[in-house]
């Protein structure tokens, strides 16, 4: 990685600290159940910083930026650092370097990420984003993912349609749902709720007689049918 990479990594980490509130943070890392201590820093003054570092450091290359992007990621001592990697990911000044190369990244991102606050937003907003892009071969690798032992990469592929609307491949997205319809554990089946229940926008016929036929019930079914009338 190149210095402006590195010099992104560290005003990153810099930024992140002067906004920390100490008083916050257990509250948050209780909250999120979760093993990496936070820094206490509010969704609202993070992006706002991260906003302008990123304008301030833009990177040249789209090598330089998945190395910076997992450099944070990697390395995060807080939880608001693996959040800052992944609006690194969004940034709008990298958009054009969505390409089927960040799929890996993505996917490492997921696995050891492994919690809905870092997965979800990727599986929506990266992962949906590459299905656009590239339907072809990234619905071949969510067909994988649908069937793998890793929980996150199986929510990943049930979610990754969740803003699609009318454009939702419903072939895939039954077939990503299908192999968590076992699943007792509960992000499994809160996705598979979550992703009929967005389908249902659009047609919520469908999703009734497909959560009908299947015989879904629980949590995915009450998940899936709550905006239904």
């Not at 049930?158 to 990503?176: E, P």
Request: hydrophobic residues 40%; glycine residues 4%; positive net charge.
């Amino acid at each position: 990685m190149n210095t402006q990479g590195k010099a992104l990594v560290e005003a990153v980490r810099r930024a992140l600290a002067e906004l920390a509130d100490p008083v916050k943070a257990p509250v948050m890392r209780a909250y999120m159940k979760s093993e990496m201590p936070f820094l206490g820093v509010q969704t609202g003054p993070r992006r706002a910083a991260l906003k302008k570092l990123f304008a301030e450091h833009r990177l040249e290359a789209a090598p330089d930026w998945r190395k910076a992007t997992l450099l944070l990621w990697r390395e995060a001592e807080y939880r608001e650092e693996r959040y800052a990697a992944i609006e690194l990911t969004g940034a709008r000044q990298y958009r054009s370097w969505q390409t089927l190369y960040t799929l890996p990244m993505y996917e490492e991102m997921i696995v050891s990420g492994a919690w809905w606050d870092l997965v979800d937003e990727l599986a929506v907003h990266r992962i949906g984003t590459l299905l656009r892009l590239f339907p072809e071969p990234v619905k071949g690798t969510l067909l994988e993912w649908a069937h793998s032992p890793d929980l996150w990469k199986r929510r990943t592929a049930i979610l990754c349609q969740n803003t699609f609307k009318d454009r939702t491949d419903l072939g895939l997205l039954y077939a990503c749902i299908e192999p968590s319809l076992s699943d007792t554990d509960f992000f499994a089946r809160k996705a598979i709720g979550w992703a009929l229940r967005e389908y249902a926008r659009t047609d919520p016929a469908e999703v009734v007689r497909y959560v009908t036929e299947r015989g879904i019930s629980g949590l995915s079914r009450r998940e899936a049918l709550k905006n239904v009338r």
